[in-house]
Structures are given as C-alpha cells and as structure tokens.
C-alpha cells in the first residue's frame, strides 16, 4: 500500500513531469547546441526519417577517436538532456561525456561512443516510446479508456496512439547504417547496446526484445511500469509483464539492467520490478546476465541518473 504522503508526492512530480514530456529537455533553442568536456560531440542537423519526425542526431566521440580503430556504441533516448544541463529544460543532464570518458581512460570499459537520439517534440514522446506490441494486446476498451489519459496538470498523456515500432524502425534501418557507415563502429549485435530512462527505459527494453539480433544488451533506468499516471484500475503491468514472459530472449547473447530510485514518481515502481525481476528469473537470467539496482533516497530526475550511470556502463561495457 502507497502512503498518503507518497501519493502526494507523486501526484505533485506528475505536474513537474508535465513539463518534462511536452517539452522534455527540447526542446533547445535553435541558437544553443549542447557542449561536451570530454570529447567530441557532433551534430547532425535535422536528420530525416520516413518513419518518425526529423530531429538533430548528436554524436559523442571519446577522446582520441581514430578511424583506424573500432568502437562499441550505445544508442541513447531523450539525447538533448545527456550532456549538457544549461540547454536542458531543467538544467540538468547525466554527465554521460564525464562518466563515459573517465570509465574509457581507467580501462574500467571499452572504447565506446553514443549515439543520442533526442525525443520527439509536441507531446510526441509517450507515443513514441510506449512500447506498441503490449499496447495492442490490450483490449479495444481498454485501449479506449488509456488513451483518454490525463496527467494531474489536465494534459492529455498522449497526442496520438502508440507507434514505437515506427521509431525503432528509424532506429535500425535507418540510424544504425548511418552510423556504422560514417563512424568506425563494430557494427556487429555483441557492440550494440541501448540505454534509456523512465519511458525510455521501456523503449530500451522493447528495442532488445523486438530486435535481439541488433541488440546484446538494454539498460532501463527508473522504467515506467505504469505507462500511464494512475495506478488505479491499470492494466498496462499486466500487459508488459505478459510481453517479456513472451517475447524477452533468453538469456545467454543479452543483457538487461533495471533499477529505480525510491522518491517521487519512482515510488511507484518497487514492486512493478519486482513482478519484473521474478519473469527474468524464471526466464534463466541471472547475475551475469541481469541486473536490478534500487538507488535508496533517489527520485526520477537527469541528477539521480547521473549518479548511477557507471553502473550499466560497466555492465554492459565493461572490460572483458
């Protein structure tokens, strides 16, 4: 049972996160690009795609990039608020230039670089993220009622119906061959790893299990189990747990990390994860293979992520 005092904080956190999804980090000015400290990040401006809506491609290169050797990549979602906090709508970032240059120098992990695709714009991102599979598999009214959802603010949670399946059609047939044609990437699966957070941590995991032959590994942080903002009457759990019990590879090729903080909208999720940890258990996963993390005192913010970004860097990347 969810406190009173929890609920509060979480119905105060979904007003805050009304904010972040309409114009989540991006939502900067045309005038100001992110800057890195370690690095190079390049730009590509108004990438197009036949599947989803254009947006810039942010590339980030360890120093001492060289064409002559190869490197690991990791695709990254909400892209403009991983590097910079004084373009990010609430000027903060998770430090992934910082983290992943001082991991790459220690040899803690290998050579890698980031592939950072910003979200969609004009309330697109809970649709494009919002993996579409389980949302179909609900019913016709349950699909009715879900996409009339608000937040606490009164905005709509969705703009359309789902389509994260045009999104990660974008990413692998159009992103990734852009990428391993212009950079010196190891374009092979075990090279190829995604990371998001919130629904970002859903998509990450739908991206994996839709494309296990693209993908070796999916770090989801603070995942939003619920889908929506309100728990009660939600069918939406039931729906992802039915998905991974069906559709997660097994273990063996891939790798998952979950985790959580305890504050604020991430009160919810302990025990949505739990239900998540015991199907990758039952799948075979253990802790070569799987990871869930609880981060005590964190709430759901770029700040918190940036504290435990090592952890799935070094799970996923880590140093043979």
């Known amino acids: 049972m969810i406190s009173i005092n929890t609920r509060l ?32 990040l390049i730009t590509h401006l108004n990438f197009s795609s036949a599947y989803i809506p254009s947006r810039n491609i942010y590339v980030w290169l360890p120093d001492n990039y060289s ?9 990254m979602h909400d ?21 992943a240059a001082e991991l790459i120098a220690a040899g803690s992990v290998r050579s890698f670089m980031v592939v950072a ?34 937040r606490d603010g009164g905005s709509g949670v969705f703009v359309v119906p789902p389509y994260s399946d045009s999104y990660l059609k974008f990413l692998v047939d159009e992103l990734k061959p852009f990428i391993d044609s212009t950079y010196a990437t190891k374009s ?43 728990m009660q009457n939600n069918p939406i759990p039931n729906t992802f747990y ?7 590879p097994l273990p063996g090729r891939h790798r998952f990390y979950f985790d959580h ?14 239900e998540v940890d015991k199907l990758m258990q039952s799948k075979g996963y253990s802790e070569e293979n799987w990871q869930t993390f609880i981060a005590e ?23 043979p």
């Open 9 to 40: 904080k979480v119905t105060l956190f979904a007003v805050l996160l009304l904010l972040t999804e309409t114009c989540l980090a991006g939502v900067l000015s045309v005038e100001r690009m992110p800057r890195v400290s370690s690095g190079k």
């Open 67 to 75: 064409s002559e050797k190869r490197y690991d990549v990791l695709y």
């Open 79 to 99: 892209g403009q608020g991983l590097f910079d906090a004084s373009v990010a709508w609430n000027q903060q970032e998770w430090g992934v230039d910082e983290t």
């Open 117 to 150: 695709i910003p979200s969609a714009t004009n309330g697109l991102r809970h649709s494009e993220y919002f993996p579409e599979k389980p949302w179909l598999s609900l019913t016709d009214t349950q699909r009715a009622t879900i996409i009339k959802a608000t």
């Open 188 to 230: 092979g699966r075990e090279s190829t790893f995604i990371m998001g957070s919130s629904m970002g941590g859903l998509i990450s995991m739908y991206a994996l299990a839709e494309y296990p032959e693209i993908f070796a590994g999916a770090a989801c942080l603070s995942s939003h189990w619920p889908g929506i903002f309100d």
């Open 242 to 248: 039915r998905y991974i019990d069906q559709s997660v």
């Open 261 to 274: 903080g305890t504050e604020d909208l991430d009160a919810l999720y302990p025990p949505l994860q739990a």
């Open 297 to 319: 005192g964190e709430n759901h913010s770029e700040n918190a992520w940036q504290k435990r970004l090592h952890m799935p860097l070094l799970f996923l990347l880590g140093s």
